[in-house]
C-alpha cells in the first residue's frame, strides 16, 4: 500500500514538472506570435487566422492534455519575411 501512494505522490509530481515546462514553452513558443497585434493580423488569410486559431487553442488546452502543437507551416516563412522588412 505504501509502494502505490508513494508511486502515485511521485507521479504527481512528475506530472506538475511536465506541466510547468509545458506552460514555459508556451510562453516562448506561442504568446510571442499569437500576442503580435492587429496590423499582424490583418496580413493574414482567412485560412491562416483559422489555422492559428486552432494553434492557439491547442497550446492553451496543453497543460491538461499534453499535447504540443506543431505551429503552423506558414508562421516561420510570415515571421522571416517581416524581419527582413524591418
Known sequence: ???LALRLKSRSRMNKE???IIRARREVE???IVNRGKLW???LTQDQTIELRSWYYTWLNAPE???IPQPPSWINQK???EE???
Open 1 to 3: 500500500m505504501y509502494n
Open 18 to 20: 511536465v506541466i510547468k
Open 30 to 32: 506561442c504568446f510571442p
Open 41 to 43: 493580423y490583418e496580413t
Open 65 to 67: 492534455t499534453g499535447i
Open 79 to 81: 515571421l522571416e519575411r
Open 84 to 86: 527582413i522588412l524591418l
